[in-house]
């Protein structure tokens, strides 16, 4: 079964603080997803992958950087994190116009 | 720009009750539409999927069905149940390389039993 996992599943850190997220996937997929998730918002995507090497942006990327150093891993990062980021974030995998396989999510509170 | 509207943000049931959630979409292209299901502590999942080739979708006792005319993609139950409870998000690909989904902002679902 189509899986992707996420780490931490929950992290409290410091505004001004470097966050990164952690993503693991192992469907094999060449694309991988960072989106937030907001009452009011829906699903918002941060940055996405092709593959190894490649990251782009989506529709929210300031404030983001992802990092994607193999098939199976993409990290999202905070480099100064704000109250703002303050969210649950999720991981997801796919490939070509199929379904998109989502990890549990990491909520992350910025105090 | 793509866009995907869901006005309902909270929908109330009974068990047996009809479920309809509404869903319209703007866009150039004709996407493929997607209804994704939120579980309580979990990520969403595939509901159901409809292409511009077969026009509806069906899965678990839903449908919606794909309607160009009206750009909508409205899901459907005929009697739902305690465990159908959830948020449903319809989503579209918006097209070009990387399979991006863009999202509604979600309907939740409650069903009394």
């Known amino acids: 079964e189509a899986a992707v996992t996420q780490s931490p599943r929950n992290k409290v850190a410091v505004t001004g603080g470097k966050v990164t997220l952690s993503c693991n996937q192992t469907n094999n997929h060449n694309n991988m997803y960072w989106y937030r998730q907001d009452t009011g918002h829906g699903l918002r995507l941060i940055h996405y992958?092709?593959?190894?090497?490649?990251?782009e942006k989506g529709d929210i990327p300031d404030g983001y950087k992802a990092s994607r150093p193999s098939q199976e891993n993409f990290s999202l990062i905070l480099e100064l994190a704000t109250p703002s980021q303050t969210s649950v974030y999720f991981c997801?995998?796919?490939?070509?116009?199929?379904?998109?396989?989502f990890g549990k999510g990491t909520r992350l509170t910025v105090v | 720009g793509d866009s995907v509207t869901q006005k309902q943000g909270q929908v109330t049931l009974s068990e047996d009750d009809f479920l309809f959630i509404n869903c319209t979409y703007s866009t150039t292209t004709y996407p493929t539409l997607f209804w994704y299901v939120q579980y309580p502590g979990q990520g969403p999942q595939l509901l159901l999927k409809?292409?511009?080739?077969?026009n509806k979708g069906i899965s678990r006792g839903f449908e919606a069905t794909y309607d160009k005319g009206t750009t909508s993609f409205h899901l459907q139950k005929a009697s739902v149940q305690e465990s159908d409870s959830a948020v449903y998000f319809c989503?579209?690909?918006?097209?070009?390389?990387?399979?991006?989904?863009?999202f509604g902002t979600g309907t939740l679902l409650s069903v009394k039993p």
């Open positions: 989503a579209l690909n918006y097209g070009g390389s990387g399979n991006k989904l863009i």
């Open positions: 992958s092709y593959g190894a090497g490649s990251t």
């Open positions: 409809v292409t511009t080739a077969n």
């Open positions: 997801a995998s796919g490939t070509g116009n199929t379904e998109v396989f």
